[in-house]
């Protein structure tokens, strides 16, 4: 009898460690199922930004929570918090998809995985206005940026007047943090690899520097927004160069003047003193009065060959452009466009 009470106890007691244990396995399934089901949960809002200025968890948690909305930027920040996240190394720029989990972008941030931000910049004049585009989707500021170009620029051996040589109007992409110094060498990176030996050489036998043609090349970009007449106007201002002519460039008036809206120029405006005046110094200006497109540099480069000396903006205001080999031709040319300029009022 003894045995059998042994047994059964032994029995029961096996049993309730059994429930136990099965009630333990149990939890631990609903506390897993709990726990994925928490960091699983996907971003249902529309595809945004998450940036990260400042090094701190208090910044790192507001950009979550401000952007991403209370549960699921919580939800984020926790998934980064467990995983071991340093603010110190996730400073930087994260692009957030519909449908991505909260595991997976608290992993991304943890890891610093940043999301390129593009830069884009065209139709650039100055350098001022180039680093106000660059820096507008960047962490530094126009400021930074300006600082960069004198420590690197200058490094390389360009004049202030010759910095906008160094860029190409593109898309770029770069990481949101990166420093302005590293993105002025990466630019700078592109400007070398486009002047290859043969670029150089070709320069070169125009009596140009690489700066010389981007000054070139500048002064056709200002003169027409044609890109199949530009190679033409190329050649009218190498033309000049070759024979001492001054390049007398209504461009190079507006850069000098750092009044861009001028439609007409008048005998005024050439009187004024400055380096870029090319109706009173003969050569070229300091440097390039625009960043200019790889395209318009290849087109001074191939210029194809004519005589002319003069050119006159059509009358019928199509963009093209009159050219003239002789000054009597030329100034037939202007009575014809001024005459149109005054019968619709544009002074």
């Given at each position: 009898?003894?045995?059998?009470?042994?047994?059964?106890?032994?029995?029961?007691?096996?049993?309730?460690?059994?429930?136990?244990?099965?009630?333990?396995?149990?939890?631990?399934?609903?506390?897993?199922?709990?726990?994925?089901?928490?960091?699983?949960?996907?971003?249902?809002?529309?595809?945004?930004?998450?940036?990260?200025?400042?090094?701190?968890?208090?910044?790192?948690?507001?950009?979550?929570?401000?952007?991403?909305?209370?549960?699921?930027?919580?939800?984020?920040?926790?998934?980064?918090?467990?995983?071991?996240?340093?603010?110190?190394?996730?400073?930087?720029?994260?692009?957030?998809e519909?449908?991505?989990?909260?595991?997976?972008?608290?992993?991304?941030?943890?890891?610093?995985?940043?999301?390129?931000?593009?830069v884009?910049?065209?139709?650039?004049?100055?350098?001022?206005?180039?680093?106000?585009?660059?820096?507008?989707?960047?962490?530094?500021?126009?400021?930074?940026?300006?600082?960069?170009?004198?420590?690197?620029?200058?490094?390389?051996?360009?004049?202030?007047?010759?910095?906008?040589?160094?860029?190409?109007?593109?898309?770029?992409?770069?990481?949101?943090?990166?420093?302005?110094?590293?993105?002025?060498?990466?630019?700078?990176?592109?400007?070398?690899?486009?002047?290859?030996?043969?670029?150089?050489?070709?320069?070169?036998?125009?009596?140009?520097?690489?700066?010389?043609?981007?000054?070139?090349?500048?002064?056709?970009?200002?003169?027409?927004?044609?890109?199949?007449?530009?190679?033409?106007?190329?050649?009218l201002?190498?033309?000049?160069?070759?024979?001492?002519?001054?390049?007398?460039?209504?461009?190079?008036?507006?850069?000098?003047?750092?009044?861009?809206?001028?439609?007409?120029?008048?005998?005024?405006?050439?009187?004024?003193e400055?380096?870029?005046?090319?109706?009173?110094?003969k050569g070229?200006?300091?440097?390039?009065?625009?960043?200019?497109?790889?395209?318009?540099?290849?087109?001074?480069?191939?210029?194809?060959?004519?005589?002319?000396?003069?050119?006159?903006?059509?009358?019928?205001?199509?963009?093209y452009?009159?050219?003239?080999?002789?000054?009597d031709?030329?100034?037939?040319?202007?009575?014809?466009?001024?005459?149109?300029?005054?019968?619709?009022?544009?002074?």
């Amino acid at each position: 009898m003894k045995l059998k009470t042994k047994s059964k106890t032994k029995s029961k007691s096996n049993r309730k460690m059994l429930i136990i244990a099965i009630g333990v396995v149990v939890l631990l399934l609903i506390a897993v199922a709990c726990g994925l089901s928490y960091s699983l949960k996907k971003y249902e809002g529309e595809t945004c930004w998450i940036k990260i200025p400042t090094p701190t968890e208090a910044a790192l948690k507001d950009s979550l929570i401000s952007n991403l909305g209370s549960d699921y930027g919580l939800r984020v920040y926790q998934m980064w918090y467990i995983m071991g996240g340093n603010v110190e190394t996730s400073q930087g720029a994260y692009k957030v998809e519909p449908g991505i989990s909260a595991f997976s972008l608290g992993k991304a941030i943890k890891n610093n995985h940043q999301t390129p931000v593009r830069v884009v910049f065209n139709n650039v004049r100055t350098m001022d206005l180039l680093a106000e585009k660059i820096s507008r989707n960047m962490m530094f500021d126009k400021e930074d940026f300006l600082k960069a170009c004198d420590d690197v620029l200058l490094a390389e051996g360009l004049k202030k007047e010759e910095f906008p040589s160094a860029f190409f109007p593109d898309t770029y992409e770069f990481y949101w943090n990166a420093s302005p110094q590293k993105v002025v060498m990466r630019l700078l990176d592109y400007y070398k690899k486009f002047w290859t030996e043969e670029r150089v050489a070709k320069a070169a036998e125009m009596g140009l520097t690489p700066v010389q043609v981007s000054t070139v090349a500048s002064i056709v970009e200002e003169e027409t927004n044609k890109a199949d007449e530009r190679p033409k106007v190329a050649r009218l201002y190498l033309n000049r160069l070759k024979i001492g002519m001054k390049l007398q460039a209504d461009p190079t008036i507006k850069f000098g003047l750092g009044d861009f809206s001028l439609r007409r120029i008048t005998l005024e405006h050439l009187k004024v003193e400055s380096p870029y005046n090319t109706y009173k110094h003969k050569g070229l200006p300091p440097g390039p009065i625009r960043v200019v497109s790889k395209s318009t540099l290849e087109g001074v480069l191939d210029a194809p060959k004519h005589n002319y000396l003069y050119m006159c903006a059509k009358e019928d205001f199509s963009g093209y452009h009159n050219f003239a080999e002789d000054y009597d031709t030329h100034l037939a040319n202007a009575r014809r466009y001024q005459a149109e300029l005054n019968k619709r009022n544009i002074k």
